[in-house]
């Protein structure tokens, strides 16, 4: 039988994506902002000059196409940080592209000037600028000075041969007329890049639909320009929940980067998980990077950045691929005597294990059955005899959460040190 056929996919899509190559600038590509944007959390430590570049290095062995350096604006220890891993890139000849977080004034932006000259290389400068009504209310701000300030910060930018990517935040907020008015002057002053971002968390996936439509039907069209002309980047949060299901969508709609950071890690709840929506996407059939180092990613941004990882974190957290319920891990191990590493990562499991360096594992606990018993002292190299199975069912009924495998292996001790 045609393993395919053992599953009826709901998934697949059977409604137009009208997603013309010759109208992007490129193919997907996606844009990690752990190091940058991820940092922002309150709970987020910033890790070490070593660690920021051990990262750096699994984010160019996955194939993630661009990196959000730092925030050279935030002063010299910043601005070292940023060099260093510059060198490094610069030195293994990565082809991740690097870019920088500013705000829109020229001293935030004159720091890449002399970056770009000592690494020989373009660096982006992400420049943003708050557009909402709410936000221009809070700050006392009109649209003459906020595109007086963009005008300013665009032109040196361009002026000295450095990339921009206009930033608007809290566009998933912004009034349609005045989100077309900043773009159209930045792209007519040079920036071939934007980026739309849902800054505050608020957007849902038809909001996001919607939205890109505007971006590339009316706004970018209207200021002369091919639609390839223009990298169109999408920048989520997390504070409905949504981060992932938004990047998807901004997939579907004609985004050409989508953002994202590892665990989700940044401010309040958090930027869309890059992980979750490497995953799906990978799924989708839409990208083909080999992923199986995601979760030595995941493990390590866990470890230095200080983000929490859950045991029911999906894909990457400690129970993902556990299961100690009877019904469920039987069938896993009936895939698994067949020999069939396929069936097992897909008979319990919406995602298959080992396409993420990750396999299933059978547990011993209060539901389950004999034969989670068996499969795990057959695992570990005991004879299960019917004594030690009946023993260990027994006990393991009594606990009231999984059994670590010290706990069953000293239970066995216990057994064996008794029957000696």
Not at 238 to 244: N, P
């Amino acid at each position: 039988m045609d393993e395919q056929d053992l599953i009826y996919d709901w998934n697949e899509i059977d409604y137009e994506i009208r997603r013309d190559a010759s109208n992007h600038p490129h193919e997907l590509w996606f844009d990690d902002e752990t190091l940058r944007d991820g940092l922002q959390s309150p709970s987020a430590c910033n890790p070490t000059i070593e660690q920021k570049i051990e990262l750096i290095d699994h984010m160019e062995q996955l194939g993630i196409q661009k990196i959000d350096l730092g925030l050279p604006g935030a002063g010299p220890f910043h601005i070292g940080h940023i060099d260093a891993m510059l060198g490094h890139m610069g030195e293994n000849q990565y082809a991740l592209r690097p870019g920088c977080a500013v705000r829109t004034v020229v001293s935030d932006i004159e720091p890449l000037v002399d970056l770009q000259a000592k690494h020989e290389r373009q660096i982006q400068a992400s420049a943003f600028l708050g557009t909402s009504p709410i936000r221009q209310f809070a700050e006392g701000w009109t649209m003459e000075r906020i595109l007086s300030t963009a005008e300013a910060a665009v032109s040196f930018a361009v002026d000295n041969d450095i990339p921009v990517m206009f930033v608007t935040e809290d566009t998933t907020r912004s009034k349609p007329e005045e989100i077309k008015a900043v773009y159209s002057r930045a792209i007519e002053l040079g920036a071939d890049r934007i980026c739309v971002c849902d800054t505050c968390g608020h957007v849902t996936p038809n909001g996001v639909r919607k939205l890109l439509r505007f971006i590339q039907d009316e706004v970018i069209p209207d200021t002369g320009v091919k639609r390839r002309e223009i990298e169109v980047n999408w920048h989520g949060h997390q504070d409905r929940g949504l981060g992932v299901a938004n990047n998807l969508a901004a997939y579907e709609a004609g985004a050409d980067v989508i953002h994202g950071t590892a665990l989700g890690v940044g401010e309040r709840a958090g930027n869309a998980p890059l992980d979750q929506t490497l995953v799906n996407l990978s799924l989708m059939g839409v990208i083909s990077n080999d992923l199986t180092s995601l979760n030595k990613y995941m493990r390590k941004a866990h470890e230095y950045v200080g983000v929490a990882l859950p045991h029911n974190y999906p894909v990457f957290g400690e129970d993902a691929f556990e299961t100690g319920t009877g019904v469920h891990a039987s069938a896993v191990i009936k895939a698994m005597k067949k020999g069939d590493s396929w069936l097992a990562d897909r008979v319990y499991s919406g995602v298959p294990a080992g396409d993420f360096g990750l396999q299933q594992v059978i547990r011993i606990g209060h539901m389950s059955g004999r034969s989670n018993v068996l499969h795990w002292l057959e695992r570990n190299g005991y004879d299960a005899d019917d004594g030690l199975v009946a023993h260990m069912f027994g006990i393991a009924k009594s606990q009231r959460r999984m059994m670590t495998d010290d706990e069953v292996h000293s239970a066995i001790a216990e057994y064996r040190g008794s029957h000696s």
